[in-house]
T-cell receptor, first 114, second 108 residues
């Protein structure tokens, strides 16, 4: 089945220790998104890629970076995680263009910062 | 004014009743509207999309859109305890924006 896969599902890191979260998709969608979601809040968009074009939300901290080496994979790098970065990180994909833009989410990575 | 607003709930309904979830948005050029269901600790799951004024039905779910009033709703008929979740409204205008979600609790 076509899907969005995120690894790992649970990640524990120490304060200030860099961490990388990964996302892959078999949907062949050209847009990929990274969201941060904290408890009882809406998902907050961090970045998205339209093909290889990178789009950074204005309020995304510099501590967060992303890479998309090819259509199928996208990575979220947190350079120096703080306690406030503990959250669920969601990857989503969509087919760009037109009005539809339905986004399909992976299962998420739960990040804990000690 | 927030871009997409929803009542946070919790909205409690008895099993078998109709659950009505509401969403308003501020961007008048919004074209596409989505409802996602999110169980606790899980990722959002797309359950309905609607693009034109009126009703769209899919099984027990009906989405209703009124662009003049900038209002979109989701009705869940014959609510089941398994429908208990947070329902996120999302709107595509100039940006794709999620509402804060409404927590629904269906009581057996």
């Amino acid at each position: 089945d076509a899907m969005v896969i995120q690894n790992p599902r649970y990640q524990v890191t120490q304060f200030g220790k860099p961490v990388t979260l990964s996302c892959s998709q078999t949907l062949n969608h050209n847009v990929m998104y990274w969201y941060q979601q904290k408890s009882s809040q809406a998902p907050k968009l961090l970045f998205h890629y339209y093909d290889k074009d990178f789009n950074n939300e204005a309020d995304t901290p510099d501590n967060f970076q992303s890479r998309r080496p090819n259509t199928s994979f996208c990575f979220l790098d947190i350079r120096s995680p703080g306690l406030g970065d503990a959250a669920m990180y969601l990857c989503a994909t969509s087919v760009a263009g037109g009005r539809y833009n339905e986004q399909f989410f992976g299962p998420g990575t739960r990040l804990t910062v000690l | 004014q927030k871009e997409v607003e929803q009542n946070s709930g919790p909205l409690s309904v008895p099993e078998g009743a109709i659950a009505s979830l509401n969403c308003t948005y501020s961007d008048r050029v919004s074209q596409s509207f989505f409802w996602y269901r999110q169980y606790s600790g899980k990722s959002p799951e797309l359950i309905m999309s609607i693009y034109s004024n009126g009703d769209k039905e899919d099984g027990r779910f009906t989405a209703q859109l009124n662009k003049a009033s900038q209002y979109v709703s989701l009705l869940i008929r014959d609510s089941q305890p398994s429908d208990s979740a947070t329902y996120l409204c999302a709107v595509l205008g100039q940006n794709f924006v999620f509402g804060p979600g409404t927590r629904l609790s269906v009581l057996p």
